[in-house]
Structure formats: C-alpha cells, structure tokens
C-alpha cells in the first residue's frame, strides 16, 4: 500500500493538472532496515525515518498515508492529525470501531481532512450503479448480494504474519475484505440497521516467518502458531429502506482472484458488477418484469473519472488508476476544505458493522448497528 500510494501521488497530476495541490514526496518513514531508504531512492523521497513520529514532527509535511499494519492505525492516526496532519489512511482505520472513532475524533478536533482508502467506490461503473439507483433507475431495491473472495491466504504455508493475529490484524477477512462490502453497501443502499453473522476458521495454523515477511509472503519449517482470527464470514443485513442484503467474503477461497463485486435487485430491473470486469455494468431497466434482458454498459469518458485516463468507452481503467482517484479526491478536499470521497465518518460506520459482525458470531443473534445522529454525513 505505502508503493501505491506514492505512486498514485507521482502520477496525480498527470491525470488531473487542475488539481490546485502540486504534491511533493517529503519524507517516508519505515522500520524495517534500508526499506525507507530504498522508497526514497525509487520514487524521489526528499528524506527517510526510521520512526513515524519524526514524520509527526516535520513542519514540512502537511499530509501523510498511513499505510501501516492495523494496530498502528489508532496510534499514527490520532498523532498525525493532532499534529495538523492531513490523513489518508488505509482501512479499517484500526482494529475496532473505538480506534476508527478516535481517529475521526482527533481529525474532527484539528480540522484536518481525512480519507479513507475504501477504493472500490470510485470505480466509475460502481458509481454509475449508485446513480442509476439513487434515481429509480430499477425501481426500489428489494434485495442485493456482496462478495468479496480471494485467494491470498488459501495455501497452507502463508507465513503468520500480523495479519493473522487478533492482537495486530484485528478481526481477520472482516478487517480486510468484508470492510469493503460494507462500504459498497452503505454507498450504494444506504444505512444498515442490524445484522446477523457466521464466521469461520478453515486453516487453523501457520508457520511464523523466521525473518522480515512483507505482503503476503510464504513461510516454510517456522515455528508453527495459531490462526486468531477469521477465514471467512458470511452475513445477512437489512437496511433503514427495508431491503435485504447477503454479505460474504472470504481469504481462502481456492481458485478465486479478487472475486469483488455486487448484484443488486430492485422492482423493475437489477444491476450487476464484478471487478474482474471492472469497467462494465450489467443492467437489466424495463417493464417486461420476467425474462427482462440484461445489457452491458461498457464504462466511458462521461462516466465518473473515467475521462482523465482513458479517451473512448471500453478501454480499461486498473486498480492502480483507483488510488490515483483517491489521491486526487483526497488532495482537492485538502485544497478546498470540502469532502470528496470517503470520509473517517465512513470508517467508523464501517467498523461498527464489522464489530457487529463479530459480536453476531459469538451471540448467533441479530445485532443492531448504532442509529445515525440527526445531521450525520453520509457516504
């Protein structure tokens, strides 16, 4: 994540020269010996820290990413900003709803600006989703299914790394993958009101890394150690409009790469996404209601931030060109103090619904998710 955003900011302003911030790459900040040094000499670092609060400390820097390990989040994240530091931090802003709020809290007290790396909603096709049903486009949204299914944990010698630990990864394939989902449900059929959840374990241990382990690396004859926290979960919801939603994600689902995307029902028609297609949309909109057809919309210039990376209709946007997205939404709510994409606010929903979830699965009951207050910001 530290690679891709700094390369989102280095290409930012080929995409987008109106954007009224020339950012410049100041300092990076890595623990690990000769990591920083190396960003610094590939990307153009002006300097390098061992520590991140020299970062904190810099009258140089007016905004930082956090693209730290979950159980720095809450830490980094309330330093920064109670330094004056912009944040766009990465999901799920810590490893509970509490840390996600303390760090909205802390930007909220300095009035600093605070973006979330929530990437699939800028996706051009995902946002003409939510305009095509924010406008009636398939009547009212009865019923919707979210999946998030990959692979990057499937094989047996995945080191157990931070990412497995309940103290430092926090609540596993929620954390990771299912925050997603909750993020493309909230953007697109508003708030959820309660839930009900089931998660599970499938590959209860792993060797440890017996050296610096970046990624998703692999470890072979380390130390053997537990699996803490979730392979999977799968999740029923109900939203403040009254539709239903199904919600499953898992990290160790042999033969699936980034299988990320929504089916979403409505009384005249439905839509369809899959990020493996990322730049289309099926759409089915008339009145024959049975054996109505589906048609792909091929995403183009007028669609979203389509135009600032691609000339004509159907030539293909990457995940790379998301971030580059964010960082742009992210700078220009920094130069013009108005929120453009996801906020802290976001975040903290986000995480009361993966605490939820994990409160579900320990109860087998429905959870209610805390009510909005009056005048709350939206996704």
């Known amino acids: 994540m530290?690679?891709?955003h700094t390369q989102a900011y280095t290409r930012v302003l080929h995409h987008f020269p109106d954007l009224q911030l020339r950012p410049e790459?100041?300092?990076?900040?890595?623990?690990?010996?000769?990591?920083?040094?190396?960003?610094?000499d590939r990307y153009g670092f002006a300097g390098t820290a061992r520590d991140w609060r020299d970062i904190a400390t810099d009258p140089r820097v007016r905004a930082v990413s956090v693209t730290a390990p979950n159980f720095l989040h809450r830490e980094i994240g309330v330093a920064m900003a109670e330094a004056g530091?912009?944040?766009?931090?990465?999901?799920p802003v810590g490893l509970t709803s509490a840390d996600a709020r303390a760090v909205a809290k802390a930007a909220a007290g300095a009035g600093v600006r605070g973006a979330v790396g929530f990437t699939y909603r800028h996706v051009p096709a995902v946002e003409t989703a939510r305009e095509l049903?924010?406008?009636g486009g398939i009547g009212t949204v009865t019923h919707a299914r979210i999946r998030l299914f990959s692979d990057y944990a499937a094989h047996p010698d995945a080191a157990l790394t931070w990412r497995y630990e309940r103290r430092r990864g926090g609540s596993g394939v929620l954390g990771d993958l299912a925050s997603h989902g909750v993020d493309l449900a909230r953007l697109l059929l508003g708030e959820i009101t309660s839930l009900v959840a089931d998660?599970?374990?499938?590959?209860p241990e792993r060797a440890r890394p017996t050296g610096s382990a970046t990624g998703h690396a692999r470890s072979a004859g380390g130390e053997p150690g537990p699996v803490e926290n979730e392979d999977h979960v799968s999740c029923l919801l109900?939203?403040?409009s009254g539709a239903r939603g199904v919600l499953e994600a898992c990290r160790v689902s042999v033969g699936e790469q980034n299988a990320y995307g929504f089916e979403i029902h409505g009384t005249r028609g439905a839509v369809f996404w899959d990020f493996r297609r990322m730049n289309e949309l099926g759409v089915s909109r008339g009145t024959a209601y049975q054996?109505?057809?589906v048609s792909t919309l091929h995403l183009g210039p007028e669609h979203g931030e389509y135009g600032a990376f691609q000339p004509?209709?159907?030539n293909g946007m990457s995940y790379d060109d998301l971030k580059v997205v964010e960082a742009y939404r992210f700078l220009r709510s920094v130069a013009d103090g108005t929120t453009h994409g996801a906020t802290l606010d976001d975040a903290v929903r986000s995480a009361e619904a993966l605490d939820a979830m994990a409160r579900s699965a320990e109860t087998r009951e429905w959870v209610p998710l805390p009510a909005r207050a009056p005048g709350a910001g939206g996704p």
């Open 25 to 40: 790459l100041v300092a990076v900040a890595e623990e690990v010996p000769g990591r920083a040094e190396e960003a610094a």
């Open 133 to 135: 049903i924010a406008s």
């Open 291 to 293: 054996e109505q057809p």
């Open 85 to 91: 530091k912009h944040l766009w931090i990465e999901k």
């Open 312 to 314: 004509g209709a159907a």
């Open 199 to 203: 998660t599970a374990v499938f590959v």
């Open 2 to 4: 530290g690679r891709v």
């Open 238 to 240: 109900r939203f403040a």
